[in-house]
């Protein structure tokens, strides 16, 4: 059972950062795609950044946080990092870990194709 542990949440204030943390239960590079999710209450699920590890690596961005969101993994530590800079109240959500081990044709922001999650982590932005 794969186990996966958010941590990094917190409340700031608007145009300031944030890092998420992920520590995976097995080596990151035992899933082909690892990262983020995010759900804001009454609101859909939604992809925030990804990883694809394999065909070399490849990180994917959802356009509401392209430019200020980096997301990085960690091999050593088995722990895959988002740094949120530039906060806006819009990012406030519960920030989900997400993992896939098979490897998987497109939909890579789409949460539907993840069997992974972690618990959760909140971060809350105030204007």
């Known amino acids: 059972q794969v186990q996966l542990v958010e941590s990094g949440g917190e409340s700031v204030e608007a145009g300031g950062s944030l890092r998420l943390s992920c520590v995976a239960s097995e080596k990151v590079y035992s899933y082909s795609r690892l990262g983020w999710f995010r759900q804001a209450p009454g609101k859909e699920r939604e992809g925030v950044a990804m990883?694809?590890?394999?065909?070399?690596?490849?990180?994917i961005y959802a356009t509401s946080v392209r430019g200020r969101f980096t997301i990085s993994q960690d091999a050593a530590k088995n722990t895959v990092y988002l740094q949120m800079d530039s906060l806006r109240p819009e990012d406030t959500a519960t920030y989900y870990c997400a993992a896939r081990k098979d490897y998987l044709y497109g939909g890579v922001l789409s949460p539907a194709l993840y069997d992974n999650w972690g618990q959760g982590t909140q971060v809350t932005v105030s204007s």
């Open positions: 990883i694809l590890n394999h065909d070399g690596l490849q990180y």
